[in-house]
Nanobody, 114 residues
Framework: QVQLVESGGGLVQAGGSLRLSCVASGSIFSINAMGWYRQSPGKQREMIAAIVSGGSPHYADSVKGRFTISRDNAKNAVYLQMDSLKPEDTGVYFC????????WGQGTQVTVSS
């Protein structure tokens, strides 16, 4: 089993920044991809940013140029730097790790006030 621990959510004003962190532990033999999903009120969960091992990051159009995903392979960690936050970025952010199966974090709330 793989366990994920997320941190870094909170309340921020529009234009501000937050950094999310996610650390994976447990039965990790090979991580194929890591990323972040968001579920906003009344909407389906959507991919925000993801990075495949050995590949380039992918971003949702809505966050391109504002969010940056990064990985620390030695720590089995993934980060999401969120800048120029907008109220529409509000939602629960879930860490996702793909090994032999998909694992999701418990989610961390991000609220952006106008």
């Amino acid at each position: 089993q793989v366990q994920l621990v997320e941190s870094g959510g909170g309340l921020v004003q529009a234009g501000g920044s937050l950094r999310l962190s996610c650390v994976a532990s447990g039965s990790i033999f090979s991580i194929n991809a890591m990323g972040w999903y968001r579920q906003s009120p009344g909407k389906q969960r959507e991919m925000i940013a993801a990075i495949v091992s050995g590949g380039s990051p992918h971003y949702a159009d809505s966050v391109k140029g504002r969010f940056t995903i990064s990985r620390d392979n030695a720590k089995n960690a993934v980060y999401l730097q969120m800048d120029s936050l907008k109220p529409e970025d509000t939602g629960v952010y879930f860490c996702w790790v793909a090994t032999m199966w998909d694992t999701w974090g418990q989610g961390t709330q991000v609220t952006v006030s106008s």
